[in-house]
């Protein structure tokens, strides 16, 4: 194994943990958007309404 291999190596670990920590950062595999921005943001300000 070469220092291009573990380059590549390296950089595919980088990006998946990068990945991962943007999607459980962002809600997780469960919950979440479910990809409907919309949907989500009217979820979140009828939680704030609630709130007040």
Known sequence: MGLGDILILAAVAA??????AF????GGFAGG???DCAHCA???????????
């Open 15 to 20: 990006a998946l943990v990068g990945a991962l």
């Open 23 to 26: 999607i459980f950062k962002n």
């Open 33 to 35: 958007c479910g990809g």
């Open 42 to 52: 009217s979820r979140c300000s009828r939680a704030d309404d609630q709130d007040q």
